[in-house]
């Protein structure tokens, strides 16, 4: 069987003028960059996005095993499909971070036939928009160790000084650092880090941010610190607000690219969903409600981390109505859920899928509590048996939900034609009932604990004592109404990632809590995780070059 990349590099692109005129892109709206890609102007972007919008398709996912689950590439399959049934559809992505491409997950565009293209650029530099974000971020810690370099006119506490510096690149000797070592020139002695790019709070407020205007505000309302006082210091206070937004200002148009079946999608911004919210922007979310019928879009990592973050902070935030869920999962995975070891996934255990299809049964749950319903992915794998698949579909219905079987990966648009039939049916019924699942005005420590006891199933959380004064003196500072951003493990609904299935009655413990005052949410950081992951044993980097005729080899 042919690779990822081996099927991406034998594709025919089309021209991007061309993919544009499908999505209804006037050729004078683009800003080519090559052949198979382009930016989509500002100008062209603010006219579509005030159109009545389409329908809103969130696509997400069981929590993520070693087995595989195929967010992505569903999201991909579903968006061919509807555009094969005549649905006009417009795909919404995350670009993918470097990190996961030379660590251990890999890039970000699907798989098999449902893939976005070109996947070498999208996946590596691609227009340059991490780029621009790291730099804007880094420019900000440098206006920051200037401003106290220069006389610190506005007396802030180098002790107290909370902005760290990023870069797009999992390198755990970073995390932790010292700067300004090296003389009374060199700078301001002081504790620094690193965390990567797409936990950034610069990428948070660019993929919140609905113009260029409004993306200005929200990185001038970033505080890098307090004084000995405990008084807030922004970075409009530094001056470095207007900069930055100069450094974004092309970036923040969404980059146009097309699938390998010819649909057009929206590839733009990366948060991750284990420490950040975990969505594309909303730039190219709402540009794609005004160009189609329906945009179909995909949150990181399983429903209690992105779909959470995506429906209580990205459809609050942005004025967002999701119409329909796709939650994807594969038998593989059920069986790791259910106490199977990889080695031994191909073999028919029709217990174990019963066991661990609890983890699948939780996370439709808690889409039915958003007011949304469900359909349900199953990517087929060759090892599936009718048996095993009629397990899910057994569980599922109990749910009063669909389990509907793809085979989208090998089999492109018509693997996944039953899937958008199941969609389109939830779209046309009108079952849809969307609110958040706490209200603005519930205290910070509540929301988090409303997330722990409805999402995760916890008993309850364990606040430290510091933890809960920064929470009462960010309330008593205007910041209670904001949303809970919870950063923890994606491989278990507990903080613990070694508990599979459906863990209850866990406590969450609360290590930490950051305020985005830009983004517009508070971080809550849970468990033994981090900002600036480290590359594992065994790297992909290590299977990754090029070839004798200078293509690129071992990119996945």
């Known amino acids: 069987m042919p690779t990822d990349l081996e099927i991406a590099r034998a594709a025919t692109l089309r021209p991007i003028a061309e993919i544009a005129a499908r999505a209804g892109i006037p050729d004078e709206a683009l800003e080519p960059y090559g052949k198979h890609k382009a930016k989509v102007s500002p100008a062209f972007v603010a006219e579509a996005s005030a159109r009545p919008p389409g329908a809103l398709v969130l696509v997400t996912g069981i929590s993520p095993t070693p087995a595989g689950e195929g967010k992505t590439t569903t999201t991909v399959g579903l968006g061919d499909a509807l555009n094969a049934l005549g649905t006009r559809t417009m795909i919404c992505l995350r670009e993918p971070s470097l990190g996961p491409c030379f660590g251990v997950k890999g890039g970000a565009t699907g798989g098999g036939y449902a893939q976005v293209l070109p996947m070498e650029d999208i996946n590596l530099h691609f227009t340059g928009d991490f780029h621009a974000i790291t730099s804007a971020n880094n420019l900000l810690a440098a206006m920051v160790d200037n401003h106290l370099y220069w006389g610190n006119e506005l007396a802030l506490d180098p002790r107290r000084v909370s902005w760290r510096r990023a870069m797009d690149m999992n390198d755990r000797n970073l995390r932790s650092t010292v700067v300004g070592m090296g003389g009374p020139t060199q700078g301001v002695v002081r504790e620094d880090g690193f965390d990567i790019t797409v936990a950034s709070e610069v990428m948070a407020a660019f993929c919140l941010a609905r113009d260029l205007a409004e993306l200005q505000d929200r990185l001038g309302r970033m505080i890098v610190g307090r004084t000995r006082e405990g008084k807030a210091v922004t970075a409009r206070d530094i001056k470095a607000d207007g900069?930055?937004?100069?450094?974004?200002?092309?970036?923040?148009?969404?980059?146009?690219?097309?699938?390998?079946?010819?649909?057009?999608?929206?590839?733009?911004?990366?948060?991750?969903?284990?420490?950040?919210?975990?969505?594309?922007?909303?730039?190219?979310?709402?540009?794609?409600?005004?160009?189609?019928?329906?945009?179909?879009?995909?949150?990181?990592?399983?429903?209690?981390?992105?779909?959470?973050?995506?429906?209580?902070?990205?459809?609050?935030?942005?004025?967002?109505?999701?119409?329909?869920?796709?939650?994807?999962?594969?038998?593989?995975?059920?069986?790791?859920?259910?106490?199977?070891?990889?080695?031994?996934?191909?073999?028919?255990?029709?217990?174990?899928?019963?066991?661990?299809?609890?983890?699948?049964?939780?996370?439709?749950?808690?889409?039915?509590?958003?007011?949304?319903?469900?359909?349900?992915?199953?990517?087929?794998?060759?090892?599936?048996?009718?048996?095993?698949?009629?397990?899910?579909?057994?569980?599922?219905?109990?749910?009063?939900?669909?389990?509907?079987?793809?085979?989208?990966?090998?089999?492109?648009?018509?693997?996944?034609?039953?899937?958008?039939?199941?969609?389109?049916?939830?779209?046309?019924?009108?079952?849809?009932?969307?609110?958040?699942?706490?209200?603005?005005?519930?205290?910070?420590?509540?929301?988090?604990?409303?997330?722990?006891?409805?999402?995760?199933?916890?008993?309850?959380?364990?606040?430290?004592?510091?933890?809960?004064?920064?929470?009462?003196?960010?309330?008593?500072?205007?910041?209670?109404?904001?949303?809970?951003?919870?950063?923890?493990?994606?491989?278990?609904?507990?903080?613990?990632?070694?508990?599979?299935?459906?863990?209850?009655?866990?406590?969450?413990?609360?290590?930490?809590?950051?305020?985005?005052?830009?983004?517009?949410?508070?971080?809550?950081?849970?468990?033994?995780?981090?900002?600036?992951?480290?590359?594992?044993?065994?790297?992909?980097?290590?299977?990754?070059?090029?070839?004798?005729?200078?293509?690129?080899?071992?990119?996945?």
């Not at 937004?245 to 733009?268: F, K, W």
């Not at 191909?346 to 359909?375: I, S, T, W």
């Open 243 to 556: 900069a930055m937004a100069v450094l974004l200002r092309d970036a923040l148009a969404p980059n146009l690219v097309q699938t390998i079946e010819g649909s057009p999608a929206l590839v733009h911004g990366g948060p991750f969903a284990n420490i950040a919210h975990g969505c594309n922007s909303v730039v190219a979310t709402r540009l794609g409600l005004g160009l189609a019928e329906v945009v179909v879009t995909e949150a990181g990592f399983g429903a209690d981390l992105g779909a959470e973050k995506f429906l209580d902070i990205k459809c609050r935030l942005a004025g967002l109505a999701p119409a329909a869920c796709v939650v994807v999962a594969t038998v593989r995975a059920l069986k790791m859920h259910g106490g199977v070891a990889k080695a031994d996934l191909g073999r028919e255990d029709v217990a174990a899928v019963e066991r661990g299809v609890v983890n699948l049964a939780r996370h439709v749950e808690n889409m039915h509590k958003f007011g949304l319903p469900v359909v349900v992915a199953l990517n087929r794998f060759t090892s599936d048996t009718d048996a095993e698949i009629g397990a899910v579909r057994q569980a599922m219905a109990r749910l009063d939900t669909e389990a509907v079987v793809c085979t989208h990966w090998g089999d492109g648009a018509k693997g996944a034609i039953g899937l958008a039939r199941a969609v389109q049916a939830r779209i046309a019924g009108g079952a849809a009932r969307f609110a958040p699942l706490y209200p603005d005005a519930m205290p910070l420590a509540e929301k988090l604990r409303t997330i722990a006891r409805e999402i995760y199933r916890a008993s309850d959380v364990a606040i430290p004592a510091n933890v809960m004064q920064r929470l009462a003196r960010w309330e008593a500072e205007g910041f209670g109404g904001l949303p809970v951003c919870v950063a923890k493990t994606q491989y278990s609904f507990s903080a613990d990632p070694t508990a599979l299935g459906a863990p209850t009655g866990h406590v969450l413990p609360v290590r930490d809590v950051r305020l985005s005052a830009g983004a517009g949410f508070v971080v809550a950081v849970c468990g033994e995780i981090m900002t600036m992951p480290g590359l594992p044993r065994r790297p992909a980097a290590e299977g990754i070059g090029i070839d004798a005729d200078g293509n690129i080899i071992g990119l996945f």
